[in-house]
């Protein structure tokens, strides 16, 4: 009896590691076929590293890339140079992504038949980028190096993102060029999603959020600026006398003598505390780009340091995608939703076989605070660079110049537009253009206008 119920045991337990050992595969196949099957090298999917199958299109239908044995990319030479870093290059210098991401869409695999796709060209994957907005960016930054970004705070979805330099894919400049010409300095990063810059005066919508909610008579306050002062036994200069100033006029002039009091009088504590709240030292992720995270740090740092970090200097850094969601946030009245660039993915016959889904951001700061900053924010627009490059919309922005050492400082201009039918975030940053804000603003103009034709479609 003793031997026969210890072979049941025995027995038993071999049957259930059979059982789970099934179950276990089974789960992994369903979860992982899809990478099994496209797994890079596959000879089913990749031509080249690339892969061979499906097609990207723009949201008002322009293909922009037919993948095949050969990757063929947008008629027009603008479109090329425009998507360039989101696409990706034939050879993989460019670190894009999107495609792979999507691979085991384009290809439609079904797990359960095991059947890819019967049609030749594979599925298509439709962006929520405006070609057309892309190229208008990359026109206005004329050759120089910088980004542009766009976005709907509502929704999520990206209109424009655009990095400079660039060049076509289909005629790569030799490496000779690359490395001896400047246009073509970090020509492989995609300065929207992977680079950061020294924010700047565009930093100050964060300490204007900070002294808005922690000091109760910021806006009765007078400040004096004599064009510098010293803070922490070092000068804090600005870019001009501005004499008696209050603090929403400090922010229209952008003025750093208030911005550097206010945020020695706030401290590092809560100056962090809104810094994070921004997003400025978090990761932005959509469509297999993490982006790179910006940086605030005021650990050990003295009174002067950190009146500087709140002019937007010190150590600071943001990653401009990051920094178009939080003006965005401010739009949407404290919460913005969180950026994508793809809207679906769909079989030649229209059959969707993914579609986005909305997501939200982290709240940045409070309604009432967000309805405030937006107030200042248009009052900068209107009494700074005036209405002349967006007429008839009502943008309110901040625009910075940030010191970057050697050269000439980058010119910023972050903002967006204040209207349900265009819920539109913006950053433009071209570097080394100097103080003048009318770079930024132009372009900033023209991208608006031809996202919302796009819109209007
Ligand atoms: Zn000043």
Partial sequence: MK???????????????????????VVQYFVKANDWVTFPGSPHVYSGGNISTGSVRDRDGVMVLTNGER??????????????????DRYGYIEAPLINTYADKLLDYNPITGVYTTSETGNILNLTLSADACVTALQGLNGRKGTVGVYNYRTGEILCMVSSGTYD?????????????????GVFLNRFTRSTYVPGSIFKLVTAAAAIDNIPDVFDRSFY??????????????????????????????????FGELAVELGPEILTRYAEAAGI?????????????????????????VAWAGIGQYTNLINPCQF???????AAGGQAASPYVVDSVET??????????????DRTMSESTASTLTEMMRNDVVQNYGTYDFPNVYVCAKSGTAEVGEGEPNAMF??????????????????????????????AGDVLYACMESMDG
């Fill in 348 to 361: 030649p016959d229209g059959v969707k076989v993914y579609e986005a889904q909305k997501q939200m951001m």
């Fill in 414 to 443: 972050a903002g967006f537009v204040q209207d349900e039918s265009y819920p539109l975030a913006f950053i433009v940053i071209v570097e080394n253009a100097g103080s003048g804000s009318a770079v930024c603003t132009s372009i």
């Fill in 3 to 25: 031997r026969i119920s210890s072979r049941t045991v025995f027995m038993t337990i071999l049957s259930m590691i059979v059982v789970l050992g099934i179950a276990a595969f």
């Fill in 71 to 88: 990757r063929q990319y947008a008629d027009d030479e603008l479109i090329r140079k425009a998507t360039m870093h989101l696409l990706g």
């Fill in 225 to 258: 600026c004599e064009q510098e002062t010293i803070i922490g036994g070092e000068y804090i200069t600005c870019e001009q006398y501005h004499g008696s100033i209050s603090f929403g006029t400090g922010l229209v002039k952008s003025c750093n003598i208030v």
């Fill in 169 to 185: 894919p289909d005629d790569m400049p030799d490496m000779d060029t690359i490395e001896s010409d400047s246009y073509y300095e």
């Fill in 324 to 330: 178009m969601t939080f003006v965005g946030s401010i």
């Fill in 281 to 305: 030292n978090s990761a932005v992720s959509f469509d297999g780009t993490t982006v790179a995270e910006g940086n605030f740090d005021l650990s050990g740092a003295g009174d002067n340091d």
